[in-house]
């Protein structure tokens, strides 16, 4: 664990190094390895820097050095950009010289494939036997505004905008980006909206620094308050789970671009299940539960990070629109509607208020319709103090004409005012691009402001998802017998039958439909006088995983004789189409009653653990793949939320004249299910229950299909 | 008609004037009156302008006159910025005059409702019984760049950038926006992104000229290319479909934004398909049908319109991707992959060719990742200029870092040569903001640079939308015995049963169910024998629009005897619950095999007519809505078009071992009824097949259930 503040993080002497030596230094600062140099001078950097250089006496007016060995003192950070081969050798040096952390922009390693991937198999040896921490290799470096440590030869810094970074509004944002110059392109593409930023990193191959690693630098660094992080792949799960536990937990939103949505391959499918999901649902499963807002394109991106970094929380999704425009107006009410806000009709009493002063050509019910005539009043402010007074929205939006209005430096105390105090989010919209006036005026009193219809909905969606994310959680379930599920997998093979899943099952609550396993066709007919009438029944076979279309399924045998008929043909017709299949018997099953169709499914993730899958069966899942997904263990609050969520939650209020369904019921189930996942993570790989049937209110559900798939045991 | 060419267009006085009278000019340009005349002159205007003024002498340095009757000649434009309360004697001077247009820029009509409604009446008759044409009132006004006509107040025209808007590569943008300065906004943006336009137009309140009038001048317009529109409503639906069906066939692209979504009020719901659409639906239909591009932002419009005007036809959906950054092209791959594009593995030929030249780190397969070191060589033009010739992708999207690009000069050439000769669109994407140079060069050579990912998705999506919808229509069904099912109409009332909808269904060759009217129990017992059991039985009243929640269904029954039951029961059941209801029987009808479950409708909408909608019954239309919609008449082809984008389309090709289905039996059925609702236009409201069981391909279809209202009859 770090102590608390960036001083003391493993990452502080890289970030933000006291002293920084520049191997390989050149005085052209056109040519590469003179640029890094001057930059980093340009940058203001305030300690000592030491170019280190064979032979020459001074690199751009410094002293340089020979060696790293050979600077006054050991500096915090090496910057290198050296010919790959040289680069170990030069990590040694550092490592030896007690210089605390390098950063190697140098490429020719693992990007290049072949031998280059074993040179950087050798940079991260060297890491990890020396302690030095190494950045990249293959980065453009990082830029530590805060700090004023400008280590990159990214050509696309505006040092000019650097000092007034350290003032502007709101709270600062922390880059990561995997891909090369993107991180900047987004940096700068946030100078233009007057955003506020900490830190722009490029993590570059990642041989030891991770964008874990600086994603949990940033998260305990006071100065950044808001992350946004482009990412390929995250290689530790289990470690950026925590790390991004913590962030939600001190308030620092993450905003993530994850690229992979149409390439993650779905993995090999075994079964129904598996070929639902994908890489990438796990990803959106384990941001939305981190809360974590992922993001599609790098204005989405910049959306979010301004309405996290200015605006106090949202907690609803009603929103007043005030608009000097009707049109425009019902434009923005039409696309916030479209994401999942409302535009509530004001209260009588609070459009009795603004009518006693809007004319009567303007409209006061939502969108509070100002018209062009507030070109010349202030209706604006006046009805934004009203909106954020009254109680009865949760977010503001403006929509105005900042192009040319005259009134807005008038009205700027006023505005300040409002945004200083208002606990609502306030946002402007300007529909003609603004002025370069008007968005100085509201960067400095803190109004994010707008120019798409869209980028106002998403940054609203982030306030509104963020803060759901915040809210306290309810506990998980507890308990279950552990032991007794593991001593069941031992005695069961990789994929257990129904009858096999059923006692795991029942280790954590959950129980089976009613059934008997037989061997004989008398045994069978015996059992399903026992159990009652009708039954079903099925083949248990792990090398059969179609069952019916092996034949191994009937169902509705009503007497004793359908069952003993069921039961010779199912036995001669499996036989024959899987003759060399493990039989281990036929499961005898009462019917169940009627219910709503669902599916509680587990998939283990190798990176994040496993993922609870909750859906309706039939059409929903399989045509349109309508699923909500979760890491596991889940409180049954959650589940109740997730299913809330799917498209078909409607057809257990009562549909086409059905009683409602025991909604409870199937929420306690799958929360069991997830503790059960959650608890043998180690041994579990899959399970799926399928179909649940989900009885009215009160009648429970019941487990029609059951399926488990165990890893392989190590080799005793 | 108007002639071909703007020149004799009925609007040719008013958008392209040979001389303009100001009424009402001042010499203060810093005043609304004095800017009018300001910035017409200062727009260049090339023939004579009469300031009319009641007593200077001159304005603005021009010779002033006292009425538009003292012009030396009657201009072809008055531009009037009065009260309005003078308007209408201003008006009828003017068309004493013979002024041949009018544009009014005064508010005080129709928006402030009450008498200044009866103002803008006034406005309206004046135009009609004089032929004098009038634009506004209460209008922004507009620009015709092709022209240099500034007759707009609106203080947001860069009057610079209009000379080099003549010269600007692509077809021009026509702007049409119905709500005030939105249209300028949108134009203003467009010159930042080097867009090309003709006009600038906002209509205000239409009591003459409405935008479907300026689209109709637009087309006929040589100088315009591509036309984007700002609605809030659509006054006349069968002309707007008419002048956009015009576009459509002359292949000048229509991009719509059009507010309501949200608010547009769900029709008062007779019956299930009534609620399950709305009006904002019905343009969606329309759009559709005319090609028109649908979109929901400034950004979107102007992403689909620089597309539009710069680019060659997209034939199909595979996208081949060059980029410098492999991060941001898989990112580009995924945006694509997200709007239905894919992005396809290029021939093994293909790539053996382009790793001749490219090195072990770069990716041959597509995305064609030329990495950094592009900054350096000819790969990028290289990579283009490979997949403009291999005919292995329909579009090619370059991404690259623009910010301080060295290599672009340098690749003017080819890139001109590619760009003029690619008959496939060729989009650029910067990740970083683009430098001005680059910018200006790419529009210089026209070829479209976008910077946002979800752009170049929306302008690819918005090229292939535009040529699926430019390709030849296979030609609507025809015949039908439209007599026979106004006959059927007359004798029946306002609410059709199911065996009234019969006859008029047949007119147009649609065949019910085989069924008998039976008023009484032997009736329908002997009905019944005649049909073949199973038989169902429904009861027919126009006042009861939910039989089985009345007790006027039952199904499946098997012999004389549960006929004889059932008929006397739910005879006593419905005339108990419903006693006031006209019974006119009960309807006995074969019970039908099974099939997909499918509904065809048809809703009669006020300004656009009868549209049909096509869906699979069940959660799919219950739960999502999932109807496809179009204006009738429709081709047998054009159903099948609909049918497969259904979300439920899979359900026809063999669902979970069922045989196909027969769609082409769906397919002409609704051809029929497409057929039927466009010849009877005038009588019909609503018509509901639900269900429609469609059964294994050659099996033909059932309608299982029929409903017909019809429009009020006239008092005779």
Redesign the interface.
């Known amino acids: 664990m770090a102590a608390p503040g960036v001083g003391g993080h493993a990452l502080a002497p890289f970030f933000a190094p006291r002293s920084v030596a520049v191997v390989g230094a050149a005085d052209d600062p056109t040519r590469l390895r003179g640029r890094i140099l001057a930059q980093l001078l340009k940058g203001g950097f305030a300690g000592p820097v030491y170019p280190v250089h064979p032979t020459a006496a001074t690199i751009q007016g410094l002293p340089a050095y020979p060696s790293v060995g050979a600077t006054p003192a050991p500096a915090d950070l090496a910057l290198v950009a050296i010919p790959s081969d040289r680069v170990p050798g030069v990590l040694e040096e550092c490592a030896a010289a007690g210089v605390r952390s390098v950063l190697v922009y140098s490429g020719g390693f693992a ?4 031998e280059k991937s074993q040179l950087q198999d050798e940079v991260a040896a060297i890491a990890a036997r020396t302690g030095i921490r190494v950045g990249g290799p293959n980065s453009v470096g990082f830029l530590n505004i805060a700090d004023a440590v400008c280590a990159t030869f990214s ?2 810094i505006d040092f000019d905008a650097l000092p007034a970074q350290r003032q502007a509004a709101g709270k600062r944002i922390g880059i990561v ?6 991180g ?2 987004i940096f ?2 946030g100078l ?1 909206r007057h955003l506020a930023f900490s830190h722009v990193v490029n993590t570059g191959n990642e041989a030891d620094i991770d964008a874990t690693d600086v994603l949990d630098f940033l998260v305990e660094d006071p100065a950044t308050g808001v992350i946004a992080m ?1 990412l ?1 792949s995250i290689r530790r799960g289990d470690r950026f789970q925590a790390v991004a536990a913590k962030a939600l937990e001190r308030g620092k939103p993450i905003i993530v ?1 994850k ?5 993650a391959g779905q993995r090999a499918a075994l079964s129904h299940t598996a070929s639902l999901t994908g890489a990438d649902a796990v990803y959106d499963s384990v941001f939305r539960h981190l809360g974590i807002i992922r993001v ?4 989405a991106m910049l959306d979010a990070a301004q309405a996290l970094s200015l605006c106090p929380p949202l907690a609803g999704r009603r929103v007043g629109i005030v608009t000097i ?4 107006g ?2 923005m ?3 916030l ?2 994401q999942g806000f409302t ?1 509530p009709a004001l209260s009588a009493a609070t459009q009795a208020e603004i009518r006693t002063w809007l004319p ?2 303007g409209a006061a019910f939502n969108p509070i319709d100002i018209t ?1 005539n507030a070109m010349e009043n202030d209706h604006r402010a006046r009805s934004l103090e009203t909106l954020a007074a009254a109680d009865e929205v949760d977010a503001i939006v403006n929509v105005s ?1 900042l ?2 209005d005259p009134r807005l430096p008038l009205e700027r105390d006023r505005l300040a005012a409002l945004a200083r105090t208002s606990t609502r989010p306030i946002l402007f919209y300007s ?3 603004p002025s370069p006036a008007a968005a100085d005026m509201l960067a400095a009193i803190g109004i994010p402001l707008y120019t ?3 980028g106002v909905a998403r940054a609203l969606d982030a306030l509104a998802r963020y803060h759901e994310a915040r809210q306290p959680r309810p506990d998980a379930p507890s308990g279950g017998n552990g032991a007794a599920a593991r001593a069941a997998l031992d005695r069961a093979g990789g994929n257990l039958c129904e009858y096999e899943a059923a006692p795991i099952l029942a280790a954590y609550g959950i129980a089976a439909a009613p059934s008997h396993l037989a061997r004989t066709a008398s045994e069978a007919v015996a059992a399903a006088a026992r159990l009652g009438f009708p039954v079903a029944l099925k083949v248990q076979s792990p090398d059969i995983l179609h069952k019916t279309e092996a034949g191994g399924v009937a169902l509705g045998l009503a007497d004793e004789d359908a069952v003993a008929r069921a039961f010779a043909a199912m036995d001669a017709q499996v036989r024959a189409s899987h003759p060399a299949a493990a039989i281990h018997g036929i499961l005898v099953q009462k019917m169940a009653p009627r219910g709503v169709e669902m599916i509680a499914a587990v998939v283990a993730d190798p990176g994040f653990g496993p993922q609870v899958s909750l859906g309706f069966g ?3 899942v399989e ?2 793949g309508d699923l909500a997904m979760a890491p596991a263990p889940l409180a049954t609050a959650t589940v109740e939320r997730m299913v809330g969520q799917l ?2 939650a ?2 257990l209020d009562g549909w086409r004249g059905a009683p409602p369904a025991d909604r409870a019921a199937f929420a306690d189930l799958a929360s069991r299910l997830s503790r059960l996942a959650a608890d043998l993570g180690d041994r579990i790989l899959e399970i799926e229950l399928n179909p649940v049937l989900v009885h009215p209110a009160g009648q429970g559900v019941t487990i029609v299909d059951a399926l488990i798939r165990q890893r392989p045991k190590e080799p005793t």
Chains 1, 2 share one sequence.
Request: overall charge negative.
């Open positions: 990007e290049e494939g072949g050509p696309a980006s995997q891909s090369g110059g993107l900047f392109a700068n593409r233009r482009f390929e671009a690229v992979g949505r149409s390439e599609d394109d790098q204005d425009s009707g049109g425009v019902g434009w009410a039409d696309t509607s479209g535009v009567a050509f062009a004409s192009a040319a529909y003609p691009l798409s219809l869209g039939g059409v929903l045509l349109l498209r078909g409607r057809l």
